[in-house]
């Protein structure tokens, strides 16, 4: 890449162990807005929030300050001798916010570990009211839950577990609600297919021996930014229901705004028994999660064992949750959920019109600022490109040449093929981003398939 003069830039080649090991990166230098700078001043559009973390954007004063002048007072205490300011603040704001019930919470640094935590949580909570054989988790395919051992076990994703199978435990699974891939009948009245998949599968299983069923109340990269038909979630609450299953919402990836109300599941209608945040909370201020729990279930657990058997060394730690209350009074000070809701609208509008009709594109869905665009080879058939070519590193690479970040996904198809870009920019985007957004996505995707 070239810098703004037209000279070659020179990547570092140091001693951290990066994440991908096939090319050089540049240095992020700094942040403003929806913008990422390196030291030569090249600037990329922050499309996806870096993974879907910068809610509030980079370099955001009022939180920078908010976090540094908590972290003045207290660095860290033990969350077994000590609660502290601003972990009380967060888990009081977030009860007030969150649906009827859900008013306990816990903090810990990252989504795949309130994930993991969220589900042992349930399964302590079955073994407390005296029903241990309840050992069983359902989820979905495709799906992402994240990547310690339990949640990368309860994640629909086939192409992980060729690698990390024999390290992962069984979770059964029922097909993800992906309007462009279901084999579910007509849309609108598809709730009752996937309810009737949900209680057959539970009945496979044994009646009480399920735990708990999960699932992202709109399905993040792992299909594009799938919403469910109409229904959906009340259909399977009440099958839930019926077997006792506990229902989480995996908001790691979709809360805090990214749909356009504060939590997905508003828009779905999905009041669950725990619900589950994180990259958002923090805004990419400080590592951050969380799980809400009901306090009715924290009794059941406080008269028999005693406690919650789960402990990290960050939990509950004040040098996180500083940065979510940062981020909730920026996003209360700015309106900035209901100005993620309207500009959203522009966000979808303008894929659709600009994107959707591209070669090569056979799908853009979405809500708020969360959109998917799926890369077909026959648009008639929907039959996704060999995963050889590798299509959604090659749109991800165009955009990246052209200034714009965006998130791939593959394998959504069938587990191996499949491609898709994610879009998710910082909530706090002007609509003269979201032209500019587009319009280099659309480049890149021509420059790839056109």
């Keep these: 890449m070239a810098d703004s003069n037209g000279s070659t830039v020179q990547w570092p080649d140091g001693h951290v162990l990066l994440r991908v090991l096939d090319r050089p990166l540049p240095v992020a230098a700094r942040g403003e807005g929806v913008w990422i700078y390196d030291d030569a001043g090249n600037a990329w559009l922050d499309g996806s929030s870096g993974a879907f973390v910068t809610s509030v954007g980079h370099g955001n ?4 300050t908010s976090i540094a002048d908590a972290l003045g007072r207290l660095a860290y205490v033990n969350g077994t001798q000590f609660t502290n300011r601003p972990t009380e603040d967060l888990a009081a704001r977030l009860a007030a916010l969150a649906p009827p019930g859900l008013d306990k919470a816990f903090f810990l640094a990252s989504g795949s570990e309130a994930v993991e935590a969220s589900l042992k949580f349930c399964r302590q909570l079955w073994y407390d009211r005296g029903q241990p054989q309840r050992d069983t988790v359902i989820a979905r395919t495709p799906s992402y839950h994240g990547n310690t051992l339990y949640a990368l076990s309860a994640s629909g994703r086939p192409h992980y577990k060729t690698v990390y199978g024999p390290l992962l435990s069984d979770v059964a699974t029922v097909s993800s609600p992906y309007e462009y891939r279901s084999n579910a009948p007509a849309w609108p009245g598809a709730a009752s297919f996937y309810a009737d998949e949900l209680e057959a599968k539970i009945r496979a299983i044994g009646e009480d021996r399920v735990a708990a069923f999960i699932a992202e109340p709109i399905i993040g990269s792992s299909a594009g930014a799938a919403l469910p038909p109409p229904g959906y979630f009340a259909a399977l609450r009440e099958v ?20 356009g109300t ?8 999905f009041e669950p028994d725990l619900l589950v945040l994180g990259k958002g ?24 064992s005693g406690k919650f058997m789960h402990a990290q060394t960050y939990m509950q730690a004040p040098m996180m949750t500083a940065a979510g209350v940062a981020v909730l009074d920026y996003l209360d000070r700015h309106g900035v959920v209901a100005h993620a809701a309207e500009v959203g609208v522009t966000l979808q509008a303008r894929l659709r019109e600009r994107v959707g009709r591209l070669p090569g594109v056979g799908n853009v869905s979405g809500r708020g600022l969360l959109a998917g665009v799926e890369f ?6 929907r039959a996704p490109f060999e995963r050889s070519r590798k299509v959604a590193e090659a749109v991800t690479r165009a955009a990246f040449d052209r200034g714009l970040v965006v998130w791939p996904n593959v394998g959504q198809a069938d587990g191996t093929r499949g491609d898709l870009v994610m879009i998710a920019p910082p909530l706090t985007i002007t609509r003269d981003e979201i032209d500019t957004l587009v319009a280099r996505l659309a480049a890149a995707i021509d420059d790839v398939l056109g």
């Design 240 to 259: 839930c229901d019926r077997y006792g299953v506990l229902m989480i919402a995996d908001e790691v990836l979709v809360g805090v705004g990214r749909t």
């Design 61 to 64: 004063r009022e939180v920078v």
């Design 281 to 304: 909370i923090g805004g990419g201020y400080a590592a951050l999660s969380a799980v809400l729990v009901k306090s009715t279930h924290v009794e059941e657990m406080k008269a028999s």
């Design 262 to 269: 504060f939590f997905a599941c508003e828009s779905q209608g």
């Design 376 to 381: 077909v080879a026959d648009r008639a058939t």
